[in-house]
C-alpha cells in the first residue's frame, strides 16, 4: 500500500510546487511559463527523471523519506518586473505552496480527529496515513527546497537578498558546483542533517496544534 499512496501524493504535492513558481512569474510579469505549456497541474508537463523518478525510487529503497522534485518551470528573470526582487518571490512561491498544503493537511487531519466517530476503522486509519504522510513530505520538500545552495530555491531566494555583487559571486560558485553538492548531500545522507532539525520543529508545531 505504502508506495501506491505515497506516489500520488508525492507527485501532486511537487507538481503544485512548480505550478506555484509559473504563476507567481506570470504574476511578476513573465508568461514563459504560460506560453511554452508548463503553467497546468498536468503532472506529465512536469516529470523531471532523476527528481520525479529516481530520486524518489532511491528514498523509497534506502529508507530516506520520500521527496523528490519535478522539472523546474522556465523562467525568464528579464520579462519579471523587477528582476532580482521578483526572481526571489517566484523562488519562494514553491516552499511556500508546500508549506500551505501542509497545514491545509494538519486541518483536515484535525477535522478527522474530531469526527472519528463517523468513520470506520479501516477509514480512519487511510486518512489519517494519506494525512500524515502528505503532511511530512509538503514539510520536507519545502524545508529542501529553502537550502541556501541554488539550483534550490533557497539559494535564489538568498541571491535575491544579497547585494549585487556578492550575489554575483555567489551564483558563479554555485552555479557550477550547487547541483553536485545537493545530489553528494541526498546519496550520502547528509541531507538528514540540515533537514531534520527544520523538519522537527515544524512537525513539532503540528504536533501540539492537533492535539489541542
Known amino acids: 500500500m505504502d508506495i501506491i499512496v505515497l506516489l500520488p501524493v508525492l507527485f501532486f504535492s511537487i507538481v503544485l510546487h512548480e505550478f506555484a513558481h509559473g504563476y507567481a512569474a506570470y504574476r511578476f510579469g513573465d508568461d514563459t511559463a504560460y506560453i511554452l505549456g508548463r503553467l497546468t497541474l498536468n503532472p506529465l508537463k512536469h516529470v523531471d527523471p532523476v527528481g520525479t523518478l529516481a ?3 532511491f528514498c ?3 529508507g530516506l523519506p520520500m521527496f523528490g522534485w519535478a522539472k523546474p518551470v522556465p523562467v525568464s528573470v528579464r520579462r519579471l518586473n523587477s528582476p532580482r526582487a521578483d526572481m526571489g518571490k517566484v523562488a519562494f512561491a514553491g516552499p511556500l505552496t508546500n508549506l500551505a498544503l501542509a497545514v491545509l493537511c494538519v486541518l483536515l487531519l484535525k477535522g478527522l480527529l474530531m469526527s472519528a466517530s463517523h468513520f470506520s ?5 487511510t486518512g489519517f496515513y494519506v494525512l500524515q504522510y502528505a503532511i511530512t513530505v509538503n514539510v520536507l520538500l519545502a524545508v529542501f527546497n529553502l537550502i541556501p545552495i541554488p539550483p ?3 539559494g535564489r531566494i538568498l541571491s535575491a537578498l544579497l547585494p549585487a555583487q556578492a550575489a554575483y559571486k555567489y551564483e558563479s560558485f554555485f552555479g557550477r558546483y550547487g547541483m553536485y553538492i545537493v545530489i553528494a548531500l541526498i546519496l550520502t ?9 527544520a523538519v522537527t520543529f515544524v512537525m513539532g508545531l503540528f504536533a501540539k496544534f492537533l492535539m489541542l
Open 55 to 57: 530520486v524518489p525510487a
Open 60 to 62: 523509497y529503497l534506502t
Open 121 to 125: 476503522a479501516s477509514a480512519l486509519r
Open 152 to 154: 534550490l530555491d533557497g
Open 189 to 197: 545522507g547528509g541531507v538528514r542533517y540540515i533537514l531534520m532539525p
